[in-house]
Each structure stands twice: as C-alpha cells, then as structure tokens.
C-alpha cells in the first residue's frame, strides 16, 4: 500500500510554507464579485475582495470547490496508489466536503479516500489538517487517522473578534440595527464556531487594540490547558503592531512550542471583513 497524503480545501487559511512543511494539497473554493468568479488563494487577494466590496457596498458571493479541480488535487495524491484523507469547511457552511466526496466517487477511489467534515473554518480546520499530516508521518493508515480525528475534532477551539460588523450585516449575517449599534458603540463581538456553527459570544468595547487584549486575557485559562504543540493566531489584515502583541501574550505563557501565525484567505476575509483576528488551539484533556 501507498503512503497515506493530506488534502483540503483553501478555507483551512494554512501558509504556503505550512502547506510545504506538512506536504499538505489545497484545493480552492470559488469568490463571486458580481459577474466574475474568483479562485480562492490563487485568482484574487483579500485587498481586492475589501476594495470591490467598499466599492459596491455588497458582500462577495462564495461557492464550493469545482469538481474538476478536487478530482485534479485528488489525482495527484493518488497516483502512487496510496490513500488520501481530505479536509473540508463545516458543511453547515459549505458543500465542499459533498463535492470531495462526488469527486472520490467518480474517480472510482472512495475507498481511498476518507473526507471529513471539519465542523470548522480557518486554521480551526488547519489544526486537525496538522495533526492528521503528523500521523501520516508516523505510518497510521488513513482509517487510522480518520478515527483520531474524529475524536480530536471536539476539543478545537476556533474563535475570532470581528473589527468591523460592515462585512457580516452586508452578507446577512448580523441585522442593521445591530452593525448600527456595533459602530457607534464601538462593539467587537467575538463569535466562535461550535458544532460547526458560528456563534456569537462576547461583545468586547473600545478600541480594537484593547478589544484583542481583553480577548486573549479571557482566553488564558483554556490557553494554559491547550494542547501544547501550537496555536495560531489568524488575522484578515491587522497591522503588525497589534499582531506582534497578541504573539507576545502567548509567548509570556511558556506554553506553546509553536505559535503560527496566518493569515486569514479570501473567502474567510470576504464574510469576516479586515481587523479580524483569532486565536485558535486545541483544548487539552
């Protein structure tokens, strides 16, 4: 039998040198800016999706990956006749991980291929996809690591601060009368993902440099259990200073071996808007 590979799709927010390291395959989804459609991380970036956005005062359109192109990914993983553990956006979200298991199917290799279903987005999924490569590595089979996963699914912690509610009201996700609210009060709510759903938490008050240091500090106690080996902190474009700041706290924790940082792609950023900014780990036993 084949060595077992590791694909996902390009929600998973993981750096190209992270994808390198790991030999991880990304597959894209699709951005809509009116009438022209978009590879997600290869036609467009995330500063053109905010121009065209502000531009049009309207929230970019996001589909599921073309089949053409998961096949395409799939192929090349599966040529030397080994198995291929695939990663998608939750599917309360996303058909992604329905078009992966189409393309398995009418590539005649489902019993190769094993999709999960991450019940996340960002590097909430890139966490499970580091940990499902790591296993890879030691030699587990994909069935193997399929069930690991399934079992440290729970335990990721995906939460995220939002700078602006512009990006959420203009794709239906937050009322005007909350974006309203939000800006004249200067709100930042944190929203996490649960059960593969995003869920609105904490709204935090002032100034976004404060807002993310408040955030991490309620952070602390599961970021003092978390699982050590790393955390990432994702963002749509904050400015460094702030950045630098959070990777500060985490370090003053002693905590970590590894912390990460990514930055957020196009259809993450296209719903989410820029200043957003997550810290996202898994929790310990």
Known sequence: MGKVSVIADSTCDLSRELTDRYHIGIFPLHIHLGD?????????????????????????????????????CMQEYLADGGELVCFCISEDMSSSSTVARLAAQELGCEERVFVINSESLSTGIGLLVIEAAVLAEQGLSGKEIEERILALRPAVRASFVVDTLTYLHRGGRCSGLAALAGGTLKLHPCISVINGK?????????????????????????????????????????????????RQRLQELGHFTEILETRAGGVISSHCGPGTLGVLFIAGE
């Not at 467009?44 to 359109?61: C, F, L, Q, V």
């Not at 602390?220 to 080996?229: C, E, S």
């Open 36 to 72: 022209q459609e978009y590879r997600d991380g290869l036609d467009i970036t995330p500063e053109e999706i905010y121009a065209w956005s502000d531009a049009n005062r309207s929230t970019p359109k996001t589909s599921a990956p073309a089949l053409p192109d998961v096949q395409e």
């Open 198 to 246: 995003m869920q609105p938490g904490k709204k935090y008050r002032g100034k976004m440099e404060k807002v993310i240091c408040d955030y991490v500090e309620d952070l602390k106690p599961a970021l003092n259990r978390a699982k050590p080996d790393r955390v990432f902190i994702t963002h749509s474009g904050c400015d460094a200073d702030t950045v630098e700041l959070v």
